[in-house]
């Protein structure tokens, strides 16, 4: 529940007289701030246990803080003894989801509480135990949604006039980009951020968004990989005008897409020729939404002690929902779902728990998936909803070819041949990949680095290119993939 909705029913419960509410969240600060809201709305006569160990009372007459040392419970205990319909807010509990000393001492009070018509609220980031639940209700203080978050943006630019200029539209995306992260945290990337460079503009809101993966505890199988702004792939145009129409999907508001009863794009399945720009596609895609780039290899989620792998897969998913909005690539990944040969219930149960995140999930994660061979992916992976397409990426076309080596020979050999020669060039290099190409023209390139060749024409750099064993050559498989390829997926170029 957002923080308006918890507010609305956290009051509707005191209202109805329950004796014992719990509003579970990880940041004390909002729930403490929604109770000072509700008592100065209402009249309530309510009374705030505080960080200071102190009692405050909230209601509309002004009382001094109350000094109760450790424990607040005998205070509550005299206080609900002598007055009736009080609210008492522990906004500072002992650890309450075990039996123990203390929880059954709340326990009595509780139970004092329902006999003389009073409520006891606490504030708490833990379940409450059992028999303590019992009692109350128990409500759910979500992370600051959209419009909290945008608050606290358009608060922390109105305090810093001079020293941040951010458009209408720089605040929306920032407030985007920090999803998953307290009020607290919010606040402290900001401020830290405008120390850090003195003035913040329009190009600054992505590098402070991708500063928020600091603020969660590192998980070893994920990675965040760095990407410089316009990485570009040659090629693929029809994978790019397809992520053009999804980024603007998958940055819509909410009750824009519920309007329409549409769901985020959860990302897309790259099948082909290794070699082709799979990969670096990841980069693109994260380049292209200025978005941060997390690499999960799933593979060493495995452990040999029971309950570990799903332990680890689950650390792994809650980071990166954390870090979330972000693109998640995960690189050859029939090598970690491998197939459905596999017997191994571990390797089911780890299947069905990253299915299940890939569809149910609400963090805003773009997963960018990349596979070789997918004999040996298992056939849940393509059903519908898991990913929003499946593409297949295919040796170059001539134009693809003839792009590449204008690129690699203008930044490795820094020649910039004519249209007639690039043609010669293409001719030579079908059934190239692109890394064919360019390792290609950076082995001349070192050649020539180091004076062992002269600068080379197109002649020679096509007599260069006949010697090269290309991928189509070598691997016998290759038919095979883009056979599959051009028929179950759609094509990238």
Known sequence: ????????????????????????????????????????????????YTDARQVVHLGPETRMPVDVHSDPLPYLNDLFQKSQNCIFVLGDTHKIDVDGAYTRELLSAVYLAKETGNTIVTVAAEPVWQRLSRFGLC?????????????????????????????????????????????????????????????????????????KELLFAAVPNVDPVACKPGLEVAGLNTFKEWLDRKREVFFAPSDLLEQYELHTPKGVLLVGVPGCGKSFSAKMVASRWELPLLRFDMGSVYAKYVGETERRMQEALDYIGNVAPCVLWVDEIEKALASSSDESDVGKRVLGQFLFWLQESPAKVFLVATANDVSK?????????????????????????????????????????????????VTSTKGFSYSDIEQSIKDYAERVAFGHAPAPDASTLATHFDSVVSISEANEGIAQIRAWGREHAISAS
């Open 1 to 48: 529940m957002n923080y308006q909705e918890t507010k609305k029913a956290l009051r509707d419960y005191i209202v109805a007289g329950i004796p014992f509410v719990t509003v579970q969240s990880v940041d004390r600060h909002r729930p403490e701030r929604m109770v000072r809201e509700i008592a100065q709305e209402n009249g309530f006569d309510m009374f705030l």
């Open 139 to 211: 409500l759910h203080l979500d992370l600051p949604d959209h419009r909290e978050r945008r608050a606290l943006v358009d608060d922390f630019c109105a305090r810093h006039p001079g020293n941040v200029s951010w458009s209408d539209h720089d605040c929306e995306r920032m407030a985007t980009l920090v999803r998953g992260l307290a009020e607290a945290q919010v606040v402290n990337l900001l401020e830290a951020s405008l120390v850090a460079q003195g003035t913040l503009g329009s190009s600054d809101v992505f590098s402070v968004a991708s500063q």
């Open 377 to 425: 992916l298992p056939p849940e992976l393509f059903r519908k909803g898991r990913f929003s397409e499946v593409f297949f990426v295919d040796l170059p076309n001539r134009a693809e070819r003839a792009e590449a080596l204008r690129h690699y020979c203008k930044t490795s050999l820094h020649q910039e041949f004519s249209p007639q020669d690039i043609e010669v060039l």
